[in-house]
């Protein structure tokens, strides 16, 4: 009988690798092959801090998300709530005891990673919104309660993120939120007044920026203004991305980035430095990678038969593809610059352990794709 149930054990653990998607798992592997070259070629063709620690922490929380594969989705549903009470709490003690760097407090120092919360604030809202409209029915969403309820659980993350302050993040936490509320049914309307009362507040929001966030907007319109100041680093990345051309100067080859015009390669304009190196084409690739994984993530919520599944694929499957959209664009200048890393390439413990989280969440969707949440 031992021998029997052993047998089982092992019989449903072949079965729940087999339903892994393991273009998912491919999508992931060329992504973190490309981010270890690339942040290889930012530390000047050598194995250096960056590249390291990078690559150390690419391969723990790769596994870490074939853990978490495992994890049966109903038990992220089970724990939506107090995830996103988790991190908010995280959220709330970085504001108040976390490390001070550049004038904004955002991290909790936990030894092996400085731990930035706003970053898993964008998973935990989606798999929070997730849950809360699994069970309600499309006729019921548009009442005052499945309003009110889900703002409220939005704007308290958001509060705290602009107070650190770091209102990039928390512009892309409320898109994360928005988009589950957009899938979930809630009335265009409530979209079509928010975006009203935003317009038209935004003069005297605009006046309670910090200084450096007003001077980012001010360098957006015209970066050729102070060349040499607010608008050095976008005018730098638009002159890396062109002098790439259609094949790229090569690997390691990079002159703008190995002369060091091209501050803070590494993380948010990581994909300055490997536009320069890889041209147009190898800017295509990077693209088509993305592209299929966030394919694969929208396929995987459409398989799913939980509605808690569904909304979740949907939702990180959009967050992902703004998080790209903007990231690119404010490189390119067709956005003011905000903290905003791209998935997997850039360097950043807390941006990795988030995606990877999801993406570990997408893959629970997808083994117990056939299971129902009631």
Not at 39 to 50: A, Q
Not at 195 to 205: E, K, N
Not at 250 to 269: R, S, W
Request: glycine share 8%.
């Amino acid at each position: 009988m031992f021998i029997q149930s052993s047998l089982s054990d092992k019989s449903t653990f072949f079965q729940k690798l087999r339903s892994f998607d393991y273009i998912i798992l491919l999508c992931v592997l060329i992504l973190g092959i490309i981010s270890s070259f690339a942040m290889y070629s930012t530390d000047g063709g050598e194995l250096l801090y960056h590249s390291e620690s990078h690559i150390i922490r690419f391969i723990v929380f790769f596994i870490m998300m074939i853990f978490i594969s495992f994890i049966n989705i109903k038990t992220w549903h089970s724990f939506g709530y107090l995830f996103y009470l988790i991190v908010l709490a995280l959220l709330l003690w970085a504001s108040l005891f976390g490390i001070t760097a550049q004038g904004s407090k955002r991290w909790i120092n936990l030894y092996f990673i400085n731990l930035q919360p706003s970053e898993l604030m964008k998973i935990a809202i989606i798999v929070c919104f997730a849950k809360y409209y699994h069970r309600i029915q499309v006729s019921n969403v548009n009442s005052f309660k499945n309003i009110i309820i889900p703002i409220l659980i939005l704007v308290l993350p958001i509060v705290l993120v602009v107070g650190q302050p770091d209102l990039g993040t928390a512009i892309l936490i409320a898109l994360s939120g928005i988009i589950v509320l957009w899938l979930a049914g809630v009335n265009i309307k409530y979209f079509f007044y928010s975006s009203l009362v935003f317009i038209i507040s935004a003069p005297f929001v605009i006046s309670f920026l910090k200084p450096y966030q007003k001077l980012r907007i001010l360098t957006f319109f015209d970066p050729d203004k102070d060349p040499l100041g607010a608008g050095y680093q976008i005018i730098q990345s638009k002159i890396a991305v062109g002098s790439g051309g259609l094949t790229g100067k090569g690997f390691l080859k990079g002159t703008q980035g190995y002369l060091e015009f091209l501050p803070e390669k590494h993380t948010d304009f990581i994909f300055t430095l490997f536009s320069e190196e890889f041209g147009f084409i190898g800017s295509l690739f990077l693209l088509l990678i993305y592209a299929i994984l966030i394919f694969r993530i929208i396929k995987t919520g459409a398989s799913s038969r939980s509605f808690f599944g569904k909304f979740f694929c949907y939702g990180f499957g959009s967050a992902i593809f703004i998080y790209i959209t903007v990231n690119m664009a404010m490189v390119l200048g067709l956005l003011p610059i905000v903290g905003s890393p791209l998935p997997i390439l850039s360097y950043g413990g807390s941006s990795m352990l988030a995606t990877m989280t999801g993406l570990g969440i997408v893959m629970s969707t997808k083994i117990y794709s056939r299971q129902q949440i009631s």
